[in-house]
């Protein structure tokens, strides 16, 4: 089955640099982009300054399009060239659907195969798939290239697809070694097991794939206790593909950089940041980019880059497997994950963190409100372990931000399973929420 490995870093920096000038090439056929790449000469890429004058595009600015010019405009003609369409991700705003050529598809799917090797899985494992199975391609990713390598699958999907208490039958019948999907719902999917006598962690998943949801360290801990599983972090995004994934290592997300021109810059400047410091994430695709052209695509997230330190043994043999050459990604949080009550920023994954780390706690839900009086509050809405006393846990909850935010929120009670019950019907778990007119 065809990976395609790079050799050397010698020749993913040849890749890039032809690559890039191809992708401009493209874009330049666009009328989108023919003010944007005005002064750009394709030959002259490596130049810092030349670079630097395309400007980052965001998903704001393509959903401001109407749909037509969105497909006459950005898009590349001829339409009929497109073999399937990917729904943009995200909780929030009109979602925007890519049309992808059988080009794009290749090299898309390429992306996706190399997930299996990354975390060790092979034809000796079956994977229980609950990404959603739906317009939103992840799911139908993940299992199409699991096939292709011998890899069992069991296409479930999210509990919109097929009930979450179905799904708890099946991985206890069919006997999966990997379960796929959001974290929130395994965590869901954990905390309905407990509530029906089942102990996942007896079961017979050892890896968890998890992505599409930024991956707290509190989250992480949480699920490897209640599934009893090495959790692997994935992120990807449908402007790309698969771009980065942990392997056994666990000492980041090596990024394909064959496949994608990856940049970390200064949120304000847009200038690149030192290796190793927090900026944000700007992806070119360097491949799949025949129809949706994205130059300097800038997702939404805050991560960190630098060159992997040490081979990765994983390759077979003692040697080093062949994603060692790829960098290494940190995902710090979202640009756009925080709060701002009473004037103080409360940061989403600094929450979740924060929650997550009070064992009683088995699922929330934040928002912010507007009192009767006017004022503004923060609201924990939360289920507990059953057994858990809740005015132990709200105390808890309540002096924990109070510390942390010099904020105190109201904390609420809900049936357990009350929320896996809402993220079941969305692409993404909308776990904060702003309710302020």
């Known amino acids: 089955m065809e990976f395609r490995w790079p050799a050397s870093h010698e020749e993913i920096d040849r890749i890039r640099r032809e690559r890039l000038r191809v992708a401009v ?12 790449l005005r002064g750009v000469d394709p030959d002259r890429l490596e130049d810092p300054a030349v670079w630097s004058r395309i400007p980052l595009l965001t998903k704001d600015e393509l959903r401001a399009l109407p749909s037509e010019q969105f497909y006459s405009g950005f898009c590349l003609p001829p ?29 898309g799917l390429l992306a996706f195969r190399r997930a299996w090797p990354l975390i060790g899985a092979g034809p ?54 990997i379960w796929a999907g959001m974290p929130s719902y395994a965590l869901h999917l954990a905390n309905l097991a407990e509530a029906n006598g089942i102990d996942l962690a007896q079961g017979s998943v050892r890896k968890l794939i998890v992505a599409a949801e930024p991956l707290s360290a509190a989250k992480r801990a949480k699920l490897e206790r209640m599934w009893g599983a090495e959790v692997f972090d994935h992120f990807g995004m449908t402007e790309g593909s698969f771009v980065a994934g942990e392997s056994a290592l666990h000492d980041g997300l090596h990024v394909w950089s064959d496949l994608f021109h990856v940049e970390v810059v200064d949120e304000r400047s847009g200038q690149p940041v030192p290796e190793g410091e927090i900026g944000a994430l700007v992806v070119t695709p360097l491949w799949n980019n025949t129809i949706t052209p994205f130059l300097r695509w800038s997702s939404g997230d805050l991560v960190s880059l630098r060159r992997a330190p040490a081979a990765d043994r994983g390759g077979g043999k003692g040697a080093p497997a ?33 929650i997550y780390s009070d064992p009683e706690v088995q699922d929330f839900k934040a928002e912010a409100c507007t009192l009767d009086t006017g004022l503004d509050e923060l609201r924990l809405l939360v289920e507990i372990r059953r057994g858990a006393r809740f005015d132990a846990v709200a105390a808890r909850l309540r002096a924990a931000c109070a510390r942390t935010f010099e904020l105190t929120p109201q904390v609420v009670l809900l049936e357990s399973g009350s929320l896996g019950r809402e993220f079941e019907a969305s692409v993404k778990a909308a776990r904060f929420v702003d309710r302020r007119g």
């Not at 666009?30 to 944007?36: H, Q």
């Not at 995200?90 to 050529?101: A, C, E, I, N």
């Not at 139908?140 to 699958?153: C, K, W």
């Not at 709060?339 to 600094?350: A, L, T």
């Open 25 to 36: 090439q493209r874009a330049l056929q666009a009328p989108f982009y023919r003010e944007r």
């Open 79 to 107: 339409p009929e060239r497109a073999v399937e369409h990917w729904r943009s991700g995200g909780v929030t705003g009109r979602p925007l659907f890519y049309p992808r050529s059988t080009i794009d598809m290749y090299w």
């Open 124 to 177: 000796q494992d079956c994977v229980h798939i609950s990404f959603p199975l739906g317009i939103h391609p992840v799911g139908h990713l993940y299992a199409r290239t699991a096939e292709e390598l011998g890899i069992g699958t069991v296409w479930c999907g999210a509990g919109s697809n097929t009930p979450s208490l179905t799904q708890l039958d099946l991985l206890r019948e069919l006997k999966p070694t």
């Open 322 to 354: 062949p994603w060692s050459l790829f960098p290494l990604l940190r995902h710090a949080r979202r640009t756009v994950g925080f709060f701002k009550v009473r004037g103080i920023n409360v940061n989403h994954p600094e929450l979740e963190d924060l």
